[in-house]
């Protein structure tokens, strides 16, 4: 990663109550010197302000990655937010290449949160339980959001780098999301809500690796009751929940249609809660708006890490009727008719349809399709809603060009 990133962290710790519309548009007064923050006083701070980046990462790339993989479609003139409908990306000028979690971002926002989660370990790892209190279930928090910003990266892009560290594939980040999660583990030390949230997240990223096996360990012991979320609030524009704000308060996308009026053997499945809007057309003026009400508000939370993920996880890895029956079980739990069948293929396509539905909006579905290779709707070829061009086939994004030309490790 390029070096000018340690200013763009050290300014963001400064900025987690600010206003401000970009990680690089910042005036040096507001800097802080690296030093000055690396004391053990500031832990929770830092702590804080890791995890302050990954939510508004996390925000940012659940729209970019729901208008790429399928879930939303461009309701916006803009032409920078069409490039992610039309999965048409530039590695010098689009969004996930150069703009911050407030612009849409991908690769910036998700890279400063790891970044804070990697730093803020060696910090801590570095001083004392008596210089910090709860310092190991400090190490556990910012591991576990350093591993879901790997994760993130992993499902998102074709390739990337760590640090100033040479190109790497999905699958090297997915092993060095693990490993966090890993030391996470480590440092909970019983604490329940922090190892099941590294559990969820290692399972995760085995899954990811096609280690559904070893996926599965991780996720037997999580209560299906878990809930772990990433919260949001109306204080300054950075901590709203960005997912409302551009479907609902800026409407610059719609709910796909693929997610309107789902059903199960004729019942509304409640996971997927999709209306028309307010008002009969989204930014654009052409087209019909359609909101979701899983999130009620510039402030609600959403999904980081949860039992029902984890009891999905188990039924992948043990098909059968093993998988039939978490399927019921969670299907009791919204209220669905039970699935039926003994046949292997209709068992993982329902358990594709689940997590699907389960994960709506939650930053699991580009992923998905990347791993089960589900087709990109529309098709690659189709024309372009507003006519300009065709859709692409572009399932990831390419490494952006400010990494390769700033980054000595790679050509």
Not at 68 to 90: C, H, P, Q
Not at 99 to 115: D, E, W
Not at 190 to 206: E, K, Y
Not at 374 to 384: D, E, I, S, Y
Request: overall charge negative; aromatic content about 8%.
């Amino acid at each position: 990663m390029p070096t000018r990133w340690m200013s763009i962290v050290v300014a963001t710790l400064t900025l987690t109550a600010s206003a401000c519309t970009s990680l690089i548009e910042v005036d040096a007064p507001s800097r802080v010197a690296a030093d000055k923050l690396d004391h053990p006083s500031n832990a929770t701070l830092l702590v804080n302000s890791t995890g302050a980046d990954y939510e508004c990462a996390l925000a940012s790339y659940i729209v970019a990655a729901g208008l790429v993989g399928n879930e939303l479609e461009i309701g916006s003139t803009g032409i920078a937010v069409k490039e992610y409908d039309k999965r048409d990306f530039n590695p010098s000028a689009s969004l996930y290449s150069t703009a911050a979690c407030t612009g849409l971002g991908v690769y910036k926002p998700l890279q400063t949160a790891r970044f804070q989660g990697d730093n803020t370990t060696r910090l801590l790892e570095g001083w004392s339980d008596t210089e910090v209190a709860n310092r190991q279930a400090l190490i556990a928090t910012v591991a576990n959001y350093a591993g879901y910003s790997l994760l993130l990266l992993g499902e998102s892009m074709c390739s990337a780098a760590i640090d100033t560290g040479p190109e790497v594939t999905p699958a090297q980040l997915f092993q060095e999301a693990e490993a966090r999660f890993t030391k996470a583990l480590a440092a909970a030390q019983g604490n329940a809500d922090l190892t099941n949230w590294a559990r969820v997240g290692r399972a995760r990223a085995r899954l990811r690796q096609g280690n559904a096996a070893a996926a599965a360990t991780d996720a037997q012991g999580v209560p299906i009751g878990f809930v772990k979320t990433a919260t949001y609030s109306t204080e300054v524009p950075r901590r709203e929940n960005t997912v409302w704000v551009n479907g609902q308060r800026s409407r610059l996308f719609v709910i796909d249609p693929s997610y309107r009026d789902l059903t199960f053997d004729g019942v509304a499945d409640p996971r997927v809660q999709v209306v028309p809007g307010p008002v009969a057309m989204a930014s654009d003026g052409v087209t019909p708006l359609w909101i979701t009400n899983k999130f009620d508000g510039p402030s609600a939370s959403i999904p980081l890490a949860t039992g029902v993920e984890a009891r999905l996880i188990v039924a992948e890895a043990a098909g059968g009727q093993t998988a039939v029956d978490i399927i019921n079980e969670l299907h009791d739990r919204v209220g669905l008719p039970h699935f039926s069948s003994t046949d292997p293929a209709a068992i993982q396509a329902q358990l594709v349809e689940e997590r699907r539905r389960t994960f709506f909006l939650e930053g699991h579905h580009l992923g998905d399709v990347r791993q089960y290779g589900l087709p990109l709707t529309p098709a690659p070829g189709v024309p372009f809603k507003d006519g300009g061009g065709t859709y692409r086939d572009q399932k990831c994004f390419p490494l952006p060009d400010n990494e390769r030309l700033n980054n000595p490790n790679i050509n």
